[in-house]
């Protein structure tokens, strides 16, 4: 399932999904590429990005690994366990690079990025290492690794956004979309990989970010999630010959996008706590399309260990900029990421985040437990002194209150009308239609005697739920 926040496409659904995308003619295929991919939705975004690299190239696409010539995975560092399903996957392709010779293994994203040149060094199944920032130069790298060379590329960039190349929309369903406003991360929260692999923060050029959204429009499109780490602090600024610079907020860049039509819904994601501002909530409440709903990440309830992992905000902070939220949108909806058993954490800070679950009543959340990654603030100073099974039992906890939390926020929805943007048929049924509220909560419903499809918007009363999803009925 393609999800918003950052971290939802770890569902497994998403996971290691191959692409295809359909333009080129099978006959004119130089070779034929197959792309995996894993991690947050800028990794997703970054491998569209890499079929159009390598589409212009004349690499095609296919769904089929067996007949790929080139094998890529564009990998995830955030948590161990993201990295282990990486290396069981490399060890599969083992065989069929015995089966096929010449069969080319890449390594592409945060993970290739981390590991730099040991990939090759350990691994002997990879032949090519490819950083965020180094994909314009895997043509290039393919090329050398042809020769039998092993070809790696890490250099990590301030300037590259790859403002200029049209992603090629894999997998879509043809109604939303990704789109990379930034790229980085200059905060240093400690127990983060991120700021390692993908280098310091940059803003993508405000017109070719509204183009793209302006042609995916035009393409039948209307949904676009605007992808950053950390989107609040989005800023781009110009000089133009003689005329002054300007420069584009992340306010600014919403309210031009959410002109473009007003069937065209906006959203974004990640928010730090700490840079969302009035403006951006304002701008919010100003236009119906952009939707509802901020993705607010709390990591944790305790100040004292906000402290320690760097996030810049106390607990009463992160509760008044919560009370800001729904004093601007009661409508709003928020989802949070939260972390349990960080180095020192104790049945006290497992409780303030419990309470602060509670207090932000979130809709939904995103939940793990701290996973130390080499290299990081945290796994410099703290000892990771949390046991395993204490962390998974605080999680479970957690898990716990989240599902509580998001039924009874179903539950309140009973009985009111929302627009709902139709995404498709529902799984279980062709005579019932799913598509999203403005607070990104999935309703299903039947089609009844209605002429819609997928892309139309229709009003539905919501009539029963479960933690999950809302049923419910057209209205006129
Ligand atoms: N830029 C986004 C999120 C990036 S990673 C933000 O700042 O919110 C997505 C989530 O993974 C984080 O919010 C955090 O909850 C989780 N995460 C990051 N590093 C982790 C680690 N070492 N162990 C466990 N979870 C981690
Ligand atoms: Fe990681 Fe913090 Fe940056 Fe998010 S804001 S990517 S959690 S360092
Ligand atoms: Fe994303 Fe994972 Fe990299 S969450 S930024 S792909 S470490």
Redesign the pocket.
């Given at each position: 399932m393609l999800d918003l926040a950052t971290n939802k496409v770890h569902d497994e659904n998403r996971q290691g999904e191959a692409y295809a995308p359909f333009e080129l003619d099978p006959n004119s295929y130089k070779k034929r590429f197959y792309i995996e991919s894993y991690g947050c939705a800028m990794n997703f975004a970054d491998s569209e990005v890499v079929a159009s690299i390598l589409n212009k190239e004349g690499f095609g696409a296919t769904r089929n690994v067996e007949e790929a010539d080139l094998i890529f995975l564009n990998t995830c560092s955030i948590r161990e366990k993201a990295e282990l399903t990486v290396r069981k996957r490399l060890t599969e392709f083992k065989k069929l690079k015995r089966a096929r010779p010449g069969t080319l293994v890449g390594v592409l994203g945060c993970m290739a990025e981390r590991l730099k040149s040991k990939f090759l060094e350990e691994e002997k199944l990879v032949d090519i290492v490819v950083g965020p920032d180094a994909y314009r130069t895997l043509p290039g790298l393919v090329e050398e690794a042809e020769t039998g060379q092993k070809a790696i590329n890490v250099l990590l960039s301030r300037e590259e956004t790859y403002a200029d190349i049209s992603p090629v929309r894999l997998n879509s369903n043809g109604i939303s979309a990704f789109v990379s406003i930034m790229r980085g991360?200059?905060?240093?929260?400690s127990?983060?990989?991120?700021?390692f692999t993908?280098g310091r923060e940059r803003s993508r050029e405000a017109a070719s970010i509204i183009n793209e959204c302006k042609d995916l429009f035009e393409q039948g499109y209307r949904e676009v999630t605007l992808l950053g780490?950390?989107v609040d602090s989005y800023y781009y600024t110009s000089a133009n010959g003689n005329e002054q610079s300007t420069a584009v907020t992340f306010a600014m860049l919403l309210e031009s996008i959410a002109q473009i039509s007003p069937l065209l819904r906006i959203r974004f994601s990640?928010s730090?706590p700490k840079d969302i501002t009035d403006e951006v909530l304002h701008t919010m409440a100003k236009y119906d399309n952009i939707c509802k709903y901020i993705h607010l990440?709390v990591?944790s309830g305790s100040t004292r260990i906000l402290q320690m992992m760097n996030?810049t905000y106390t607990r009463e902070w992160y509760m008044a900029k919560v009370d800001r939220i729904k004093q601007i949108m009661p409508d709003c909806s928020i989802s949070a990421?939260i972390i349990t058993g960080f180095c020192t954490e104790d049945e006290q800070d497992h409780q303030d985040t419990i309470s602060i679950m509670k207090y932000a009543q979130y809709d939904y959340s995103y939940m793990f437990f701290y996973s130390e990654r080499p290299g990081t603030l945290a796994q410099r100073r703290y000892a990771d002194d949390v046991p395993e099974e204490v962390k998974k039992r605080r999680l479970a906890e957690v898990i716990e209150t989240q599902n509580r939390l998001s039924l009874e926020s179903n539950k309140r929805d009973i009985g009111k009308v929302f627009q709902v943007l139709i995404e498709s048929e529902s799984k279980k049924s062709d005579q019932q239609w799913m598509g999203r509220s403005s607070q990104y909560k999935v309703f299903v419903f039947p089609k009844g005697n209605y002429d819609l499809a997928p892309g139309s918007y229709v009003n539905v009363r919501a009539t029963d739920c479960t933690q999950g999803t809302l049923f419910g009925e057209i209205v006129d």
């Open positions: 991360c200059n905060n240093m929260c127990f983060c990989v991120v700021p993908r780490q950390n990640t730090h990440p990591q996030r990421d």
